[in-house]
């Protein structure tokens, strides 16, 4: 009975630090690529501060969208944009904030809103084979977040 009572005496404190330790070391789910700058990074560690912020309530797709229309063009890298945008939607949908159907419709709406900046001056591909041909831009030019834009893609079934 003494030997129990000195293993559980032992565990305790090791359980309680293992606590302490995952409560202040969480890492947000929404962590922005590394970009070309520190003034980039800081730029895109604001944006995911701000979809971190968006409400669960009400119309988590509206909040969503403004935070997009608000400050999608301040990053200059236009692939890595999309991939933090994208990288959002996907948190919301594990931490069942959206559905899958409005999971889709956002990452459409931030696909057009790259494939505008991507393409400026002619219209956004509006079918769905037109953008995933002009998606596949991406794999040549950003080797680094390419499959994983195409992962959260096809999770929404967006390719």
């Known amino acids: 009975m003494q030997g129990l009572k000195t293993s559980i ?15 202040c070391c969480h890492q947000p789910c929404i962590t922005p ?5 520190s003034d980039q990074d800081t730029i895109a560690a604001s944006i995911a501060a701000q979809l971190t912020a968006v409400p669960v309530g009400g119309s988590i797709s509206g909040s969503y969208a403004t935070v997009v229309t608000n400050t999608y063009d301040k990053l200059t890298d236009n692939d890595k ?3 933090l945008f994208l990288i959002a939607i996907q948190c919301y949908l594990n931490d069942g904030k959206v559905g899958a159907d409005i999971a889709k419709s956002m990452a459409a709406m931030v696909q057009a809103k790259w494939a505008a900046k991507d393409t400026p001056g ?3 591909p509006t079918s769905r084979s037109s953008m995933t041909a002009s998606i596949a831009k991406i794999d040549a030019r950003s080797p680094a977040v390419a499959p994983k834009i ?5 999770r929404v079934g967006l390719e």
């Open 81 to 83: 944009a999309l991939y």
């Open 33 to 37: 690529p590394p970009m070309a700058t």
């Open 122 to 124: 002619t219209q956004a």
């Open 9 to 23: 005496m032992t565990v305790r404190p090791a359980i309680l630090a293992l606590a302490i330790l995952s409560s």
């Open 150 to 154: 195409h992962e959260i893609l096809k």
